[in-house]
Nanobody
Framework: QLVESGGGLVQAGGSLRLSCAAS????????MGWYRQVPGKQRELVAA???????NYADSVKGRFTISRDNAKNTVYLQMNSLKPEDTAVYYC????????????WGQGTQVTVSS
């Protein structure tokens, strides 16, 4: 189970921090990531972080967003700074979990709205 928190309404230029905590029975967590979706468009990758190795960001958020993870807490974070109206979307976390085989899980989604 993935539980997201931290979305909301913020003015342009402001900041928000999203969290996504994984719970349940599993052996390991692999890649953790954040996606976003606006109505009528495909869900797009915002940022991803493997258990070890370099992070990956969409060009539109580079230099403004930072993804991090706390493996002890099975939690992934997305620090969003210098927010723009075009960042408005539903944000979903995505986690690869090993339970004997790798499985892909999605959070319930959290709304981020940036006003101009």
């Amino acid at each position: 189970q993935l539980v997201e928190s931290g979305g909301g309404l913020v003015q342009a230029g402001g900041s928000l921090r999203l969290s996504c905590a994984a719970s349940g029975s599993f052996f390991s967590i692999g890649v953790m990531g954040w996606y976003r979706q606006v109505p009528g468009k495909q869900r797009e990758l915002v940022a991803a972080i493997p258990r070890g190795g370099s992070t990956n960001y969409a060009d539109s958020v580079k230099g403004r967003f930072t993804i991090s993870r706390d493996n002890a807490k099975n939690t992934v974070y997305l620090q969003m700074n210098s927010l723009k109206p075009e960042d408005t979307a539903v944000y979903y976390c995505n986690v690869d979990v090993f339970t004997g085989g790798w499985q892909d899980y999605w959070g319930q989604g959290t709304q981020v709205t940036v006003s101009s």
